[in-house]
């Protein structure tokens, strides 16, 4: 049995945000260094960057999330970092959606482990633990702020994978639901239901784990209730996905997803898709692996009057076919969590096709 780690301390609730200076300060007092943050762009110049406790020698970096994270992204904000600050960082803290909250893992972790960020894109590679590190979401539902991983493009390698780590793992976390209120509402949609299906892909998979089971089912039972129930904007929606997306992240250490993340993957490889509204594209067109959960998806869709997903496919030509073919069934263990062993056999390249097309 593996051994379990999610995160051991976090402050939750409305108006937390104001307890960073508290967070931080045994941090300053032991390591008598500065603190980096790591802000998404969106709040550059806002008044949440007005209330950043932030003191003389700090390091304020914004990061651009038009494109998700990237290896090199990752090597840039470190070099900064080491060029600026000649000491190892008090703490780093993410502040921001799961593009934000990955950079600041993974930079954290570079901080104290030499080499760039693509030597450590896998299993256990990471021998030091990273530093401190401090996630504040500003958006719910992919989990990055309670997972062991933090995930990258690489180019290079044509290869979209986290530093999977306990030392991926934040130190603490800030939850303060009033962060999220600023969020596009697609862009907030699309997000929320990366818990969602999360959720749905591990409990109808075959690898189960009880821990992981109660954790997704009360994830669900936030989601349904805030995206099929209310204004999923409402304050109390958003606190009830801010719940479910940690439940939901927490969830993932012990199990696996299944068919609706290898074919989003695809279209990440292939269209450079987004993670989150890439899943929603796959799911609305696997109907026939997730019947009851691709319905329901439509029902939340129309509940909270958001439009169908772009048709990312159109035109696709049989080369793409084959790239995104090859970038899906790479997923070996999701894939078998959901389909079996023999899942190749089932999602074989016709009927992988014939799934993209749609799309
Ligand atoms: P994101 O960080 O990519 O941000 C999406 C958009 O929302 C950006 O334009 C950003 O500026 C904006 N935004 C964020 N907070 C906002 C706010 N409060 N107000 C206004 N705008 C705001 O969003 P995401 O969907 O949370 O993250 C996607 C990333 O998470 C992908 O890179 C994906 O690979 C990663 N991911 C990681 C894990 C993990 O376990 N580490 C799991 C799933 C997904
Ligand atoms: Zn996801």
Not at 21 to 37: K, Q
Not at 79 to 90: H, I, N
Not at 162 to 172: K, R, Y
Not at 313 to 333: P, R, S
Request: with cysteine.
């Amino acid at each position: 049995m593996a051994i379990t780690k999610t995160v051991g301390e976090y402050v939750f609730g409305s108006g937390s945000f104001e307890q960073l200076a508290d967070l931080l300060r045994p941090r300053r007092e032991i390591e008598g260094a500065p603190v980096v943050f790591l802000l998404d762009h969106f709040f550059a110049g806002s008044g949440l960057m007005s209330r950043l406790p932030a003191e003389d020698d700090d390091q304020i970096l914004m990061v651009d999330t038009t494109d998700e994270p990237t290896t090199d992204s990752v090597d840039g904000f470190t070099l900064r970092v080491r060029e600026t600050c000649d000491r190892e960082p008090a703490a780093v803290v993410a502040i921001g959606g799961g593009s934000t909250l990955d950079t600041g893992k993974a930079v954290s972790n570079l901080l104290t482990n030499p080499g760039q960020a693509a030597d450590y894109q896998g299993w256990d590679l990471l021998r030091h633990r990273g530093v401190f590190k401090i996630g504040v979401p500003t958006i719910s539902g992919t989990g990055a702020e309670a997972s062991r991983t933090c995930v990258m493009l690489n180019a290079e390698k044509n290869i979209k994978l986290g530093m999977i780590s306990e030392f991926s793992i934040f130190d603490q976390l800030l939850l303060d639901p009033d962060l999220t209120s600023t969020v596009p509402r697609e862009q907030f949609f699309h997000t929320a239901m990366d818990t969602y299906i999360h959720c749905v892909e591990s409990l109808g998979g075959r690898f189960r784990h009880p821990v992981a089971d109660s954790f997704s089912k009360e994830a669900l039972r936030l989601c349904r209730e805030s995206l099929l129930e209310d204004d999923m904007q409402s304050p109390g929606s958003r606190e009830k996905l801010m719940v479910a997306s940690y439940l939901g992240g927490s969830a993932i250490g012990n199990s696996f997803v299944g068919v609706v993340h290898p074919v989003s993957a695809g279209l990440s490889m292939v269209f450079h898709t987004h993670h989150c509204i890439g899943n929603c594209i796959a799911l609305n067109g696997l109907d026939e692996f997730y019947p009851e959960e691709a319905a329901e998806f439509r029902r939340m869709r129309d509940v909270q009057n958001i439009p169908p997903p772009p048709k990312v496919c159109t035109g696709v030509t049989e080369d793409q076919l084959v790239q995104l073919y090859d970038a899906t069934i790479v997923h070996a263990k999701p894939l078998a969590n959901a389909l079996g062993d023999r899942f190749a056999d089932i999602l074989n390249f016709d009927k992988a096709a014939s799934i993209f097309r749609q799309l």
